[in-house]
T-cell receptor, first 113, second 113 residues
Framework: EPEVTQTPSHQVTQMGQEVILRCVPI?????FYWYRQILGQKVEFLVS????????KSEIFDDQFSVERPDGSNFTLKIRSTKLEDSAMYFC???????????FGQGTRLTVV | GESVGLHLPTLSVQEGDNSIINCAYS??????FIWYKQESGKGPQFIID?????DKRQGQRVTVLLNKTVKHLSLQIAATQPGDSAVYFC????????????FGTGTRLTVIP
């Protein structure tokens, strides 16, 4: 069964460092997303990406965040200068079309120390 | 952001009983709804979806009911099993704009053996 894969599963980084979270969406999907979940809280929308550009971004997705689809398979989230409050689970998701469900990866747990 | 909320943060049920998890949404432009299950340390997993032209949809042991008049969504799980213990999120998708998926707060379901 096709699945969204994310690496690494856990990333520990020092405050101020840059991190790149990687995702491989399902191959024939066209819509890509990043979500964040702080421990014990709800899943928060960060950004959506379609046709090689950002469709929408939330207030959380400030200038420290960027996304890229460098090739036909990877979808990355970069945080330029991490803050303690960036510690969370980050989920990548993809959808085949506007009228289908989103499939989520298992997440990357980011810990900023 | 969009407002999707849940009535109860926790729910405990006896194994074998039926579970009902409720969700309220506020945006009348939402026309596609999804229930996700999230087990500890994992990403959200699709359970069932429903479109706004339907009132009810059934899956294997799960039923989703949609009441557009009061903007209410519910997930019914029949004969709840220990493996159903998880956090359940409803999510809404607006068919306007970037067509993003927004999550509610989540309900933690605990099944008592």
């Amino acid at each position: 069964e096709p699945e969204v894969t994310q690496t690494p599963s856990h990333q520990v980084t020092q405050m101020g460092q840059e991190v790149i979270l990687r995702c491989v969406p399902i191959s024939n999907h066209l819509y890509f997303y990043w979500y964040r979940q702080i421990l014990g809280q709800k899943v928060e929308f960060l950004v959506s990406f379609y046709n090689n550009e950002i469709s929408e971004k939330s207030e959380i997705f400030d200038d420290q965040f960027s996304v890229e689809r460098p090739d036909g398979s990877n979808f990355t989230l970069k945080i330029r200068s991490t803050k303690l409050e960036d510690s969370a689970m980050y989920f990548c998701a993809s959808r085949a079309s506007r009228n289908t469900e989103a499939f989520f990866g298992q997440g990357t747990r980011l810990t900023v120390v | 952001g969009e407002s999707v909320g849940l009535h109860l943060p926790t729910l405990s049920v006896q194994e074998g009983d039926n579970s009902i998890i409720n969700c309220a949404y506020s945006n009348s432009a939402s026309d596609y709804f999804i229930w996700y299950k999230q087990e500890s340390g994992k990403g959200p997993q699709f359970i069932i979806d429903i479109r706004s032209n339907m009132d009810k949809r059934q899956g294997q042991r799960v039923t989703v009911l949609l009441n557009k008049t009061v903007k209410h969504l519910s997930l019914q799980i029949a004969a709840t099993q220990p493996g159903d213990s998880a956090v359940y999120f409803c999510a809404e998708i607006l068919q306007t704009g970037a067509n993003n998926l927004f999550f509610g707060t989540g309900t933690r379901l605990t099944v008592i053996p």
